[in-house]
């Protein structure tokens, strides 16, 4: 009886540790809750391998100023697991210079970050700093589509026989904008306009990372009349980059085998379906954009959550 009360009181308390992660704002302003991840580390740090991080502050929900990272869900188990603390430190007014200083090895200002979050495989040649493997998350680029309106694919090649339109502010890596260009796709403004161009026929595919478009479609009403491919186009592994006094420190070895556990990709993969959950309930009822007309949305057992 004894054993069963302490399990109970842990399992409350992990619920309540979690629940802490993330608060629900944004009504009276979007007409829907959002979620807003939060900063969880109270406890004594003195002896945490702590890694401050660099991080891109609209690029939710992997990075965003005002709405935190679906990732703190994340950070909060590896803390217990490791106890490696990852704090993510945002810029909005200096952010590509502080990369370039970064990336130097200069003294950053004000700041001591000691890694980058969120980052593609890239060259830097005249850097030090180098990339903690495996990397962290694989961001998966699909193609989206009007509901039964599948395109007939045959490989990456096929798509230089259609129209189609990637965002600007889709945060996709350079080896996936080099194709797209070669394609003749076209660079939109925002996941808004892509989804007006290719619900208005102008279109026949959106290039999007998986994750943003999705939680996108949600936010503009328009989940049940577009289609995202099952099997992603391109894959773009995100990485942390580490200054060498991270990567030579005997510390990261436990948050390299953390980032290869079976633990680690469950916690992971819960907190984005958690995250898509929140979307999905809270934007019931949005009233999709004018140029939908009239039209009905068409269901599609093949669509893929």
């Not at 302490?6 to 007409?31: D, F, H, P, R």
């Not at 948050?255 to 469950?266: D, E, F, I, Q, V």
Request: contains cysteine; proline residues 4%; hydrophobic residues 35%.
């Amino acid at each position: 009886m004894k054993a069963i009360l302490i399990a109970l009181i842990m399992s409350v308390c992990s619920q309540m540790a979690n629940a802490a992660v993330m608060q629900m704002y944004g009504k009276e302003i979007y007409g829907y809750n959002q979620p807003k991840y939060i900063d969880n580390f109270s406890e004594d740090n003195r002896y945490t391998f702590t890694l401050i991080a660099l991080a891109d502050h609209e690029n939710f929900p992997f990075s965003s100023n005002e709405q935190g990272s679906v990732f703190s869900k994340i950070f909060m188990d590896m803390k217990e697991a490791i106890n490696t603390k990852i704090l993510i430190k945002y810029d909005k007014k200096r952010y590509e210079e502080k990369i370039k200083e970064f990336e130097r090895g200069d003294v950053l200002k004000g700041e001591d970050a000691n890694v980058r979050f969120g980052v593609y495989y890239e060259q830097y040649p005249y850097s030090k700093n180098s990339y903690i493997y495996p990397a962290f998350f694989e961001n998966t680029i699909h193609l989206i589509m009007p509901a039964g309106n599948k395109l007939k694919l045959q490989g990456k090649s096929s798509l230089k026989n259609y129209k189609g339109v990637y965002a600007k502010t889709d945060k996709l890596p350079s080896h996936v904008l080099k194709d797209l260009s070669a394609l003749g796709a076209e660079e939109v403004e925002n996941l808004p306009a892509a989804f007006e161009k290719l619900l208005t026929g102008k279109v026949e595919y959106i290039a999007a990372s998986y994750y943003p478009s999705l939680i996108e479609s949600y936010k503009q009403g328009i989940r049940n009349y577009v289609l995202f491919s099952k099997a992603p186009v391109w894959k773009a592994p995100m990485f942390f980059r580490a200054l060498p006094e991270v990567t030579d420190d005997e510390r990261v070895k436990s948050l390299k085998t953390y980032l290869k556990s079976a633990r680690y990709k469950k916690v992971r993969d819960d907190a984005f379906k958690e995250l898509i959950k929140i979307y999905e309930e809270n934007t019931r009822g949005i009233v999709p954009p004018t140029y939908i007309g009239s039209s009905r949305a068409q269901d599609d057992e093949e669509m893929d959550e």
